[in-house]
């Protein structure tokens, strides 16, 4: 039975909250901050997610990163211990990574621009956007509280991909493939500009694999 959906933050007409990531036991949210009458942009804060699953809310609110620049995009590694950020101290958005729940100092990942960062699941790459759309890959080694990336790669020279307010894409869990969002005012294959539904997806899978068959 699916649940109903159920808010965990408090209204605030002056804070804008932006869920992006959980750590990899379910039990904490990391999430971007921004106030109205706040003199710089967006914050990382992080909180406990209390209660049972169907009764889920959040604890008390901690601050992971408080600077007098705006940090967005927060994401956690696989195994938690690391989270990919950007932020503008720098002049321009930028992807760094640092230790969570810290502390600990910062690696810069981009130098030319990056946000967006997506980790794989096999823990080996990190993927983000650069300003013109298009997707890098780095590979990187994680030990104990060091963290050392390569350099950058182009993943795909397409740069079609939508410059949503929200992430515009996403890692296919083989690491293989993106899912998506395309700009159409840059997409030339307008066919791909398209999403199919198919409905009671379960009974079709019944139907083609009946019970007892692998």
């Known amino acids: 039975m699916r649940a109903n959906p159920k808010r965990l933050t408090e209204i605030d007409e002056k804070t804008f909250h932006s869920p992006r990531s959980f750590s ?3 039990k904490r949210l990391v999430y971007s901050q921004y106030q109205q009458t706040s003199n ?10 209390e209660g ?3 009764h889920p809310r959040l604890g008390k609110a901690e601050p992971f990163l408080h600077t007098p620049f705006s940090a967005w995009d927060p994401a956690l590694s696989p195994d938690g211990h690391w989270l990919a950020y950007s932020t503008n101290e720098s002049g321009s ?3 760094y990574v640092r230790p969570f729940p810290g502390p600990g100092g910062k690696s810069q990942i981009s130098t030319g621009g990056g946000k967006y960062p997506v980790w794989s699941r096999d823990g080996h790459q990190l993927f983000f956007l650069t300003p013109d759309r298009r997707i890098l890959a780095t590979t990187y080694t994680a030990k104990g509280d060091s963290f050392a990336a390569g350099k950058p790669q182009l993943w795909s020279q397409r740069n079609s991909i939508a410059a949503a307010g929200t992430y515009p894409y996403d890692l296919a869990p083989d690491g293989k493939r993106f899912a998506v969002v395309l700009n159409p005012e840059v997409t030339q ?3 791909t500009d398209s999403v199919t539904v198919l ?3 379960f009974d079709e899978l019944r139907r083609k694999v009946p019970s007892g068959k692998n």
């Open 93 to 95: 958005y930028e992807l």
């Open 40 to 49: 710089f942009g967006g914050e990382i804060w992080s909180a406990p997610v």
């Open 199 to 201: 409905l009671n997806f």
């Open 24 to 26: 990899p036991d379910g």
């Open 189 to 191: 294959d307008r066919s």
């Open 52 to 54: 049972d699953p169907d």
